[in-house]
């Protein structure tokens, strides 16, 4: 029988390039997409990428105007 033996990496770590994308802080998961889970701060999430979850429409930014020039 094969004993499992586990591999190091051993001498200078890697250097990552910046178009690298680590995945998502709060699930630690790699995957491409949003979870919006995060609370984003100046649009970005805290993966540094833009948050889908700010983003809004035209119509959803019209509402949003009618609304405070209303006073609702």
Do not use: D
């Not at 890697?14 to 995945?23: E, T, W």
């Not at 999430?45 to 509402?63: D, E, F, N």
């Amino acid at each position: 029988m094969k004993s499992r033996h586990i591999r190091r990496f051993v001498g200078p770590q890697p250097v990552l390039q910046p178009y690298s994308y680590l995945g998502c802080p709060e699930t630690v998961s790699r995957v491409p997409w949003c979870y919006r889970i995060c609370t984003p701060v100046n649009g970005r999430g805290t993966c540094g990428r833009i948050a889908p979850h700010v983003l809004k429409s035209r119509i959803q930014r019209a509402i949003a105007a009618y609304k405070l020039e209303n006073g609702e």
